[in-house]
């Protein structure tokens, strides 16, 4: 499972809050955030063939269509990070 963190205080969360932020490089990943792609690829490398997934808490001020987006948007990161 893939979610991030980040030391700065965002419109998500306070520094160091499990909250579940989306990585850099996503459009909705918060400044500070320490899980990047690359990271995701290292881990999936060493994982070999498992099950993988995501949680990311999105800011509030996203509307449905905009969440779903978001939400594409990290599965796409996943996947990207799978090959």
């Known amino acids: 499972m893939f979610s991030s ?5 965002n419109e998500v969360s ?3 809050i499990d909250a579940h932020l989306a990585p850099s490089g996503h459009s909705a990943g918060p400044e500070g955030s320490l899980l990047t ?14 099950w993988r997934g995501f949680k990311i808490s999105l800011p509030s001020r ?11 948007e990290m599965l796409a990161m996943v996947d990207a990070a799978t090959s």
């Open 5 to 9: 963190v980040s030391p700065v205080v």
């Open 14 to 16: 306070a520094g160091w």
């Open 37 to 50: 792609p690359e990271i995701m690829a290292d881990c999936l490398a060493a994982a070999d063939d498992v």
């Open 62 to 72: 996203l509307g449905a269509e905009a969440r779903a987006e978001a939400l594409l």
